[in-house]
């Protein structure tokens, strides 16, 4: 977006970082294309590093080349670590229904870590052709308390890619999930209706400098951006208090209060209504196992 342009005809414009590496930063302008930049000094001096999806302003050195500098950083919704990248709307998770069985331990990291920062998720399992059903109510019965919502997808036969496409409709979304469960053809699909201006995006990030594994913005319209997440072997939830953790389990909320003892950790307590909820199956024991082994992790922490 063009915002300003002054007397000596140094043009402004605003726009959204999609990739990052080096020290360069590719920014993409709606209607103009994408900028090779380099952020000015006064980042590094006040430690601030630009990250994939801000928003911010640049200035253009040179039209006709598509670079610039950039200038300004605009406030950000939210920031991630791992990957370091910003102004997420959402996450979509992927795993496999089957062949592989979802790691359940890593993807209730993945939940902890984005309740944390209240990024919102919808969790979809690939690969629903091959699945038989008890495979798929299983998977429900782990998550259907938790309030996430669910899709069942088929990257082999296409299925349900257009309900996938519209929740991806004017929102940036982090996508993130396990190598072998189909996620790069995923990608792929939702990338089959990209605009022209997409496909000068992806001309301009590939003839940079760099090649490295890293996280990158893909515009699939005007307004709607997708980011394959690298790295996602293994999640280490330790950078918070053990206390916090039963905060970050959506289906625990519905018995806070109701402990015997106030301030329940809802681990070793009696009256415990948390436990005897699981006890009850109104709580899926594969969760809260998965509650109790970060619980222990973050309790180990202190000792180091």
Excluded: W
């Amino acid at each position: 977006m063009r915002i300003e342009q002054s007397d000596d005809t140094e043009e402004f414009m605003q726009g959204k970082i999609v990739k990052g590496i080096a020290g360069f930063y590719y920014v993409h302008v709606v209607e103009s294309g994408v900028y090779e930049c380099k952020a000015k000094g006064v980042f590094r001096k006040e430690k601030i590093k630009p990250l994939v999806g801000d928003m911010v302003v640049i200035e253009v050195l040179d039209e006709q080349e598509k670079t610039g500098n950039i200038i300004e950083i605009l406030p950000r919704a939210n920031e991630l670590i791992r990957p370091a990248v910003a102004n997420i709307d959402q996450a979509l998770v992927v795993f496999a229904v089957t062949k592989p069985a979802p790691h359940f331990n890593l993807l209730d990291r993945f939940l902890v870590m984005m309740e944390r920062k209240e990024i919102p998720v919808v969790l979809c399992f690939n690969k629903k052709d091959i699945a038989k059903n008890p495979e798929i109510a299983g998977l429900e019965s782990v998550y259907e308390h938790c309030g996430y919502d669910i899709i069942f997808t088929s990257a082999l036969k296409g299925e349900n890619i257009d309900v996938v496409r519209a929740l991806l409709k004017g929102k940036t979304t982090a996508i993130a999930g396990p190598s072998g469960v189909g996620k790069s053809s995923l990608i792929n699909l939702l990338q089959t209706n990209v605009q022209m201006e997409t496909g000068s995006i992806s001309k301009k990030i590939e003839r940079g400098r760099h090649t490295t594994r890293h996280s990158e913005l893909i515009a699939i319209d005007e307004d709607s951006y997708i980011m394959d997440t690298p790295g996602f072997s293994s999640l280490y939830v330790n950078d918070f208090e053990k206390e916090e953790l039963k905060y970050y389990f959506r289906e625990f909320e519905d018995f806070e209060g109701r402990c015997r003892f106030q301030g329940c950790d809802h681990v070793h307590e009696p009256g415990c209504a948390v436990k005897k909820a699981v006890e009850e199956g109104r709580i899926h024991p594969t969760r809260y196992k998965n509650y109790l082994e970060m619980y222990t992790e973050l309790k180990e922490k202190k000792r180091y």
